[in-house]
């Protein structure tokens, strides 16, 4: 039996909560393991009172860490000061963790990882990297196999959708609205217009690929909020399109240039043919030439899919 402490109820909780009961059958029939979420952290319980999730629910993280039959905690709680103590202890009591926290492993990367070797337990956080977009899981491989030289892509659902919606003419609050509505933004939506979310997911990318640690000050980030409706027409008008792209080169001293800016880009290339949530990553890589990776980048399904496949891997390859 796989315990599973579940950490963060919101769009993406509950989400991991429905398909993991849509999949139960399936899932536990390729780990050869029954599956099931034993406890639930959630600030505001009261506010499912009718779900059937309620019964699991506590507000008290000590409950899940301190329980001996949980082996595996799924963080999605987008919580950075509260939760990364409580993930110190859980590492160190070895229970496997999987996250899809950006703010929270882009400072704490490295540290947690360590503390996971040391600890021998699993730390896996595919769905902090563009949604439902498997690249974290082919980044060992094709780290070890190749030098990368670059990493381009279009990371950030919230901002992809805004700027496609206000091609369509729609002004910036009503898209942003919209985009909350789907369940892409989060809870501060600053953090993704601002560009910070795509910072976060450059830095953890980059450094897997780079392998060394790419840190936020490393990073020249520059958010979409002072992109004009002129500029989105103008760009158009030329057969373009304006993403916010995420950058990280590395030339042949090792040095690296990594940028989030908006770029004009052409509408028939990758990157210009995303709409509303799609992200995208392209990797120029020594030896398999250039991948490309592309799917859903936010919302709740999307991202489920990635902290549920984590799950998959981990007793996949325990099993
Ligand atoms: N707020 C994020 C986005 C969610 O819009 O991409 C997925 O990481």
Request: hydrophobic share 45%.
């Amino acid at each position: 039996m796989i315990n599973i402490g579940l950490l963060g109820f919101g769009t993406v909780g509950s989400a991991v909560f429905t398909v993991l009961a849509e999949r139960k059958a399936e899932m536990e029939a390729c780990l050869k393991q029954k599956i099931r979420i034993k406890r639930i952290l959630e600030r505001d319980m009261a506010k499912h009172k009718s779900s059937e999730a309620f019964p699991l629910m506590t507000t008290e993280v000590a409950d899940i860490i301190a329980d001996p039959e949980i082996d595996v905690l799924i963080e999605l709680t987008g919580d950075v000061k509260n939760m990364i103590e409580p993930l110190r202890r859980s590492i160190s009591a070895g229970k496997h963790l999987i996250t899809a926290n950006k703010a929270l492993l882009s400072k704490y990367l490295e540290e947690l990882t360590e503390l996971a070797s040391k600890h021998e337990v699993a730390f896996r956080y595919e769905a902090a990297v563009a949604g439902a977009v498997p690249i974290l899981i082919l980044m060992k491989n094709i780290s070890a196999l190749n030098e990368v030289l670059e990493i381009e892509g279009v990371l950030n659902g919230t901002c992809n959708y805004l700027l496609s919606r206000m091609e369509a003419g729609l002004d910036y609050d009503t898209a942003l609205a919209e985009a909350q509505a789907l369940g892409f933004s989060e809870a501060d939506p600053s953090s993704d217009v601002e560009g910070y979310d795509t910072m976060y997911k450059l830095r953890i990318l980059s450094s897997l690929a780079f392998k060394q640690p790419v840190l936020e000050s490393d990073i020249s980030c520059t958010g979409i909020t002072g992109v004009t409706k002129a500029e989105i027409e103008q760009a158009l008008s030329q057969g373009q399109r304006i993403k916010l792209v995420a950058k990280a080169t590395r030339d042949e001293k090792g040095e690296i240039t990594a940028t989030v800016k908006p770029t004009a880009v052409e509408r028939d290339q990758l990157l210009g043919s995303l709409d509303n949530g799609e992200n995208a990553i392209i990797l120029r890589t020594s030896n398999a030439g250039t991948l490309t990776f592309s799917g859903l980048g936010a919302g709740g399904r999307p991202t489920a899919f990635s902290v549920l496949s984590d799950l998959m891997q981990i007793y996949e390859v325990l099993s």
